[in-house]
């Protein structure tokens, strides 16, 4: 069984620009939620989306966005990209929707603004 | 504003010996707990869950939880080298409406020869 797969997995880019990152969750699994990992912050919630819906946002910009598709996979975007958006973006994929039940994370993207 | 709280480390433990890690959490709605290890430059793996009071053992890790104290522990029995690695606790809430998983900043955990 397929386990949770991101693309691209190594970005760098310019500031102001803009990025989408990709994420294809186990197969089977309708929810997939995105981390923000930093050196200093951690491991942060960004969002997640269960049947083509965001349930829930955490604490960040309108800047990161994202969707879902039909098929349950999904992107995130990161628009007018700053120096301090240079992190590890984590993936995770989920039976049920929230926080309750296991999630398995993919190997990330690691995004670098310059 | 929800809280993991973790000691950072490094712990430093001898092969064969018991590492201890420990986490405390603040929301105490939380329902679901999970242990997660992450090696250098890779992402996060999933290697306990524990959703009720007590211990749950798999293989030389047993997590151990206690709601009324707030308090999430993992057991790592006979650590190999190979045990090295960061230890992040999550916590998280059943139901859609439940925000996702909130971490702590992990233990690192060092495993000597």
């Known amino acids: 069984k397929a386990g949770v797969t991101q693309t691209p997995r190594y970005l760098i880019k310019t500031r102001g620009q803009q990025v989408t990152l990709s994420c294809s969750p186990i197969?089977?699994?309708?929810?997939v939620s995105w981390y923000q990992q930093t050196p200093g912050q951690g491991l942060q919630f960004l969002f997640e989306?269960?049947?083509?819906?965001?349930?829930n946002k955490g604490n960040f910009p309108g800047r990161f966005s994202g969707r879902q598709f039909s098929n349950s996979r999904s992107e995130m975007n990161v628009s007018t990209l700053e120096l301090g958006d240079s992190a590890l973006y984590l993936c995770a994929s989920s039976l049920e929707p929230g926080s309750g039940t296991e999630a398995f994370f993919g190997q990330g993207t690691r995004l670098t603004v310059v | 504003q929800k809280e993991v709280e973790q000691n950072s480390g490094p712990l430093s433990v001898p092969e064969g010996a018991i590492a201890s890690l420990n986490c405390t959490y603040s929301?105490?709605?939380?329902?679901?707990f999970f242990w997660y290890r992450q090696y250098s430059g890779k992402s996060p793996e999933l290697i306990m869950f524990?959703?009720?009071?007590g211990d749950k053992e798999d293989g030389r890790f047993t997590a151990q939880l206690n709601k009324a104290s707030q308090y999430v522990s993992l057991l790592i029995r006979d650590s190999q080298p190979s045990d090295s690695a960061t230890y992040l606790c999550a916590v998280g809430r059943r139901g859609g409406g439940a925000d996702g998983l909130t971490f702590g900043k992990g233990t690192h955990l060092i495993i000597q020869p």
């Open positions: 524990i959703y009720s009071n």
């Open positions: 197969s089977g699994h309708r929810s």
């Open positions: 929301d105490r709605g939380s329902q679901s």
């Open positions: 989306y269960f049947s083509e819906t965001q349930r």
